[in-house]
């Protein structure tokens, strides 16, 4: 199993970015999807995931700013972020779980390397 996080960077506050999670050698069919994001000093903290279904669910902090989705036959989600604030900086991990651990608290079975996000202020 390999999960590949894109599309971070360096974005000033208000500003937008699309993260993609590529995976390989797990389905979307069956698997829980999730975003993960880890500030320096912070633990890492659940952002938000996606249920094989299409179910979503956020963090208090993003709802309303950041979108998550999938695209199954291409085995890729996606997690849009607009109106970004410098809270929002970290390393976001892509994460896949089969059993979906991440819904009840738990600590998803696969992970990827994760992809620097950093909003100016």
């Known amino acids: 199993v390999q999960l590949v996080e894109s599309g971070g960077g360096l974005v000033q506050a208000g500003g937008s970015l699309r993260l993609s999670c590529a995976a390989s050698g797990i389905s979307f069919n069956f698997y829980v999807m999730a975003w993960y994001r880890q500030a320096p000093g912070n633990q890492r903290e659940l952002v938000a995931y996606?249920?094989?279904?299409?179910?979503?669910n956020y963090a208090d902090s993003v709802k309303g700013r950041f979108t998550i989705s999938k695209h199954n036959a291409q085995n890729t989600m996606y997690l849009q972020m607009n109106s970004l604030k410098p809270e929002d900086t970290g390393v976001y991990y892509c994460a896949a779980d089969l059993r979906g651990r991440m819904v009840d608290a738990g600590t998803p079975q696969y992970w990827g390397q994760g992809t620097q996000v950093t909003v100016s202020s």
């Open positions: 996606i249920t094989s279904g299409g179910s979503t």
